[in-house]
């Protein structure tokens, strides 16, 4: 096998290769690291590039080392915290913080046999659906240097797209690592609320859940058996799978009564014929499949929902600018970061606390009740985006009216958000290939705290459309 092609290679199946001894960490680290050297330059997927010390671990992992993951390359996102290597959360604010300790998901992570190549590229604290920090500059999408990769976990995607990591790691506030995987031709899961521990930095988050962009269901499954479970201090956790997720994601699904819909949560948006297409051959696929297909008309189109959701999400953007200053030690100000950015922060900073708390308790009363409209199904169908990859600088933070740059980022993709606020897993998968070249992904929303049985499907889905041998341009 080529080198070029082993970073293709499923995570689970490069770590069975260390601990056989056909290929050591220190060579598989190696090679991630050239690849990064190689590609990241058309790419800008990296924030920092750990080689000294990954190469270092790495000589620590030897043949029969029998964690499950030993040897293998990862980068984490640069919004949580690796020990030693900055966190800038893609702000001015933090380019020079340095922590002295390991997040939870890098902390587990590590403790499962990965090695840590480096940090990866986001936008300005997560916000937007397109990783164009004006700190770190653009990430480029492998598959089209000149489209985002997408966002918040865009320099992730990129990286597992293009061969320098197998995996990485994300998060996902309104879609943040769904998004970029429908992108970039991955698999990106959004677990059930509160399924991986935030720790340290926090004990419960409403809407931000910790996750990987990988090739393949499997690895997203194992890797989730790693990252899942409580840790001392969390305000709440959800309820452990009556098994391994690994176990789930290869079990027969069975019959499911799925349904399907076109109909975005945000009324403005209109849908991209491919993207349309897309959910439609994925409906078909799966009634061949043996399943039970329902069109419906959604109680999503609420007015003045996506302002809600807006809203709520603000509030917990405000909260990281709010963390930043304190880990910087200082104030804030509108020099610290983008127009778009103090443009939120100044919104919410006229909120009083009653204000913020009541607008949450709305939007909670809201996604109770899609929670019960759905309660008839096993899974929801929609298209993972409603238009292909933006190019570079379709969204501006320093326009005019930045905050209309945060409204018009919701029309690339209303379909991922509202299902962080309900809490149910949800995937993207990149089931086909669109008549543009890109990937053309669907999403598949399961219910509440049932990542097994998604999985499952998922990987029924994986077996029937496989995606594994796509390669993009630039790799």
């Known amino acids: 096998m080529a080198d070029a092609d082993l970073l293709f290679r499923s995570a689970e199946s490069l770590a069975g290769m260390v601990r056989s001894g056909e290929i050591s960490a220190r060579e598989l680290v190696g090679l991630s690291l050239s690849r990064i050297e190689e590609l990241d330059g058309q790419l800008n997927a990296f924030v920092d590039v750990d080689a000294e010390r990954a190469l270092a671990a790495a000589e620590q992992v030897g043949p029969g080392d029998q964690r499950p993951f030993a040897g293998v390359p990862v980068a984490i996102k640069n919004n949580r915290a690796v020990s030693g290597l900055r ?125 990987m962009l990988t090739r393949s269901v499997s690895d997203t499954a194992s890797i989730l058996d790693v990252l899942c479970g409580r840790e001392t201090g969390d305000a709440s956790w959800a309820p452990p799978p009556p098994e391994p997720f690994a176990r789930s994601a290869q079990a027969d699904p069975g019959r499911m009564r799925i349904a399907f819909t076109t109909t975005s949560p945000v009324p403005e948006a209109e849908v991209d014929p491919l993207c349309l297409d897309g959910a439609r051959r994925a409906a078909d696929l799966l009634q061949s499949l043996g399943h039970e297909i329902e069109e419906i008309d959604p109680p999503w189109p609420v007015p003045g929902l996506p302002e809600m959701f807006g809203a709520v999400f603000s509030m917990y953007i405000s909260l990281s600018i709010v963390y930043s200053g304190h880990l910087a030690g200082r104030e804030p100000t509108a020099e610290d970061m983008e127009p778009m950015s103090w443009a939120i922060w100044s919104m919410v900073s006229k909120l009083n606390a009653v204000q913020a708390l ?63 606020a309900t809490g149910q897993p949800a995937v993207a998968l990149p089931l086909f290939e669109g008549e543009d070249g890109l990937p053309l992904a669907v999403q598949l929303v399961g219910r509440p705290a049932g990542e097994g049985a998604l999985l499952a499907l998922a990987r029924q889905l994986e077996e029937a459309s496989p995606w594994a041998d796509r390669r993009p341009p630039v790799s």
Not at 165 to 170: E, K, T
Not at 185 to 206: E, T
């Open 87 to 211: 966190l800038t959360h893609g702000c001015s604010l933090m380019r020079d913080y340095v922590p002295d300790y390991d997040s939870n998901v890098t902390r587990r992570l590590k403790q499962a046999g990965f090695i840590v190549v480096g940090t990866t590229c986001l936008p300005e604290y997560g916000i937007l659906p397109v990783s164009e920090a004006r700190l770190l500059g653009p990430s480029r999408n492998p598959w089209d240097t000149g489209r985002t990769p997408g966002g918040s976990s865009g320099g992730s995607a990129a990286a597992v797209a293009a061969g320098m990591v197998p995996v990485a790691h994300g998060n996902d506030g309104g879609g943040s690592v769904r998004i970029p995987a429908a992108c970039c031709g991955l698999v990106g899961l959004k677990v059930q609320r509160d399924r991986v521990s935030i720790a340290p930095d926090a004990a419960h988050a409403l809407l931000v859940v910790e996750g």
């Open 358 to 420: 009541a607008l949450e308790a709305q939007l909670l009363n809201h996604m109770r009740r899609i929670i019960d409209f759905m309660e008839p199904y096993d899974a929801i169908l929609t298209p993972a985006l409603a238009k292909r990859p933006l190019p570079i600088g379709s969204l501006d933070t320093a326009a005019e009216n930045p905050m209309q740059t945060f409204s018009d980022s919701g029309l690339f993709t209303p379909f991922t958000a509202l299902f962080n």
